[in-house]
């Protein structure tokens, strides 16, 4: 069965520093991987995704995410946190014999002037 | 820009009433999913369709939750009665078939069961 993790349910960064959100899949075929980003009272919005192609994923804002099959995990960072990244971002997978996507239980990112 | 549109964007209910909620997919989108998400998780996966079949509604609770994608294009989750442990966001959302196509979110619905 697949399954996500995202370590740490909080991440408090300062403006301007390095943003590492991590996530550890667990599949028994090749995944497809997904980040998401979801402001308050909004539904989510996909940032980047990974589909067997590079294993170095860039999306919008400045994010981007490596694939790592050797360490089941696929972190999502940026290299200079904005004000407007705090948010509370998802990690997804889903198999790629399967349909269904699972998610993590999410990480709330916190940025301090 | 196209976008996944859900219906009302608040309810608030009191417990045992019925409520639905309605998605409209982006065009042209023949999976539609409707999510649930508690407070502080993640969307957790209520009812999937592809065009007006059930694929997967394994964690629906069948007792009180029911959903329809009648002519494969817009869909109704129905919940009844509602329950106080029901409070949550519900979230719509709506791909092109294939395992690699990622899921377009509505904004969704805040239902608030009292």
């Known amino acids: 069965a697949q399954s996500v993790t995202q370590l740490g349910s909080h991440v408090s960064v300062s403006e301007g520093a390095l943003v590492l959100l991590r996530c550890n899949y667990s599949s028994s075929v090749p995944p497809y991987l997904f980040w998401y980003v979801q402001y308050p009272n909004q539904g989510l919005q996909l940032l980047l995704k990974?589909?067997?192609?590079?294993?170095l994923v860039k999306g919008i804002n400045g994010f981007e995410a490596e694939f790592k099959k050797s360490e089941t995990s696929f972190h999502l960072t940026k290299p200079s946190a904005h004000m407007s990244d705090a948010a509370e971002y998802f990690c997804a997978v889903r198999n790629t014999g399967g349909f269904k996507t699972i998610f993590g239980a999410g990480t709330r990112l916190f940025v301090k002037a | 820009e196209a976008e996944v549109a859900q219906s009302p964007r608040y309810k608030i209910t009191e417990k045992s009433q019925a409520v639905a909620f309605w998605c409209d997919p982006i065009?042209?989108?023949?999976?539609l999913y409707w999510y649930r998400q508690i407070l502080g998780q993640g969307p957790e996966l209520l009812v999937q369709?592809?065009?007006?079949?059930?694929?997967?509604d394994s964690q629906l609770p069948k007792d009180r939750f029911s959903a329809e994608r009648l002519k494969g294009v817009d869909s109704t989750l129905k919940i009844q009665p509602a329950e106080l442990g029901d409070s949550a966001m519900y979230l719509c959302?709506?791909?092109?078939?294939?395992?690699?196509?990622?899921?377009?979110f509505g904004q969704g619905t805040r239902l608030t069961v009292v």
């Open positions: 990974y589909t067997s192609a590079a294993t």
């Open positions: 065009s042209g989108h023949a999976t």
């Open positions: 369709f592809q065009d007006e079949s059930v694929v997967d």
């Open positions: 959302a709506s791909s092109l078939a294939g395992v690699d196509t990622e899921a377009f």
